[in-house]
């Protein structure tokens, strides 16, 4: 094995590839955006119109899931980090310049999902921790707030972090299998907001027994401190959610191996 061909190199190498690429960089400035900028936006407009609340909504009203209501959307542009993080050297052509200077492609995807994974939780975590605190504060005086120093609120804030940073590996498995990033991009989209639509149109016993199982809705279940109706819990939402990444992440690295470049 040469020398320049080491993990811990080429972990090195690929994190200067990711912080020097244009797309990762905006991809990471459009999380916060989203996170922050829409968590911020509609805790105030929760905040403004909270007088004019039902009783039924003041009662079932979760501070934590509305303060970090930006996910929604900021899941979208994790996923394409992910992809782009590798479709983006197949669209090029420097795939074959990369697998050139690290001939091992096991330690290559190694070393990018290390990247991607230490990158994404550690900015993943502190979004959502200051999205939360500033929807708190918004929410101070007027809606019922709540605190890090009950667990299961604190639960729910780290596994948002940890759902988007699935959501980014997911995306990442994804760019191993179809190579396109336009085709992975579409998928992915289709996975989170598609296929829960047309799962709205069925009949709400199947609603209610399968829906459960779509990524979206394991989210949903991981950063809530109450799950909603039908929801499974946020260990097992998180552990189900983890099976699926590990499924897709397994395919692509296979597909990766075998494939020319």
Same mark, same amino acid.
């Given at each position: 094995?040469?020398?320049?061909?080491?993990?811990?190199?080429?972990?090195?190498?690929?994190?200067?590839?990711?912080?020097?690429?244009?797309?990762?960089?905006?991809?990471?400035?459009?999380?916060?955006?989203?996170?922050?900028?829409?968590?911020?936006? +509609?805790?105030?407009?929760?905040?403004?119109?909270?007088?004019?609340?039902?009783?039924?909504?003041?009662?079932?009203?979760?501070?934590?899931?509305?303060?970090?209501?930006?996910? +929604?959307?900021?899941?979208?542009?994790?996923?394409?980090?992910?992809?782009?993080?590798?479709?983006?050297?197949?669209? /090029?052509?420097?795939?074959?310049?990369?697998?050139?200077?690290?001939?091992?492609?096991?330690?290559?995807?190694?070393?990018?999902?290390?990247?991607?994974?230490?990158?994404?939780?550690?900015?993943?975590?502190?979004?959502?921790?200051?999205?939360?605190?500033?929807?708190?504060? +918004?929410?101070?005086?007027?809606?019922?707030?709540?605190?890090?120093?009950?667990?299961?609120?604190?639960?729910?804030?780290?596994?948002?972090?940890?759902?988007?940073?699935?959501?980014?590996?997911?995306?990442?498995?994804?760019?191993?299998?179809?190579?396109? /990033?336009?085709?992975?991009?579409?998928?992915?989209?289709?996975?989170?907001?598609?296929?829960?639509?047309?799962?709205?149109?069925?009949?709400?016993?199947?609603?209610?027994?399968?829906?459960?199982?779509?990524?979206?809705?394991?989210?949903?279940?991981?950063?809530?401190?109450?799950?909603?109706?039908?929801?499974?819990?946020?260990?097992?939402?998180?552990?189900?959610?983890?099976?699926?990444?590990?499924?897709?992440?397994?395919?692509?690295?296979?597909?990766? +191996?075998?494939?020319?470049?």
């Amino acid at each position: 094995m040469s020398s320049n061909q080491t993990l811990v190199n080429v972990v090195k190498s690929e994190w200067i590839k990711f912080r020097t690429v244009r797309s990762s960089v905006m991809g990471v400035i459009v999380f916060f955006v989203l996170t922050l900028g829409l968590g911020g936006l +509609i805790s105030w407009a929760i905040r403004s119109h909270w007088s004019h609340s039902s009783v039924s909504d003041r009662l079932t009203f979760d501070p934590v899931s509305t303060s970090l209501a930006g996910i +929604i959307f900021a899941q979208f542009a994790v996923g394409v980090i992910g992809v782009l993080f590798i479709t983006s050297e197949y669209s /090029s052509g420097s795939i074959r310049t990369t697998l050139t200077a690290v001939s091992n492609r096991l330690r290559l995807i190694s070393a990018k999902t290390i990247v991607l994974a230490v990158t994404l939780i550690v900015v993943s975590e502190v979004v959502c921790f200051a999205t939360f605190e500033l929807g708190q504060s +918004i929410f101070k005086g007027v809606v019922p707030t709540a605190s890090l120093g009950t667990l299961d609120v604190l639960r729910s804030v780290l596994l948002a972090g940890a759902y988007l940073t699935l959501l980014t590996i997911a995306g990442f498995a994804l760019g191993l299998i179809v190579r396109h /990033s336009a085709a992975c991009i579409s998928i992915f989209v289709s996975i989170l907001l598609i296929v829960p639509i047309i799962f709205a149109f069925l009949p709400q016993s199947w609603q209610n027994s399968y829906s459960k199982y779509l990524p979206s809705e394991l989210g949903r279940s991981m950063m809530s401190p109450f799950p909603p109706a039908y929801h499974l819990g946020a260990w097992n939402a998180s552990l189900i959610l983890l099976v699926y990444v590990i499924v897709v992440y397994v395919v692509g690295v296979i597909l990766m +191996i075998r494939r020319d470049a």
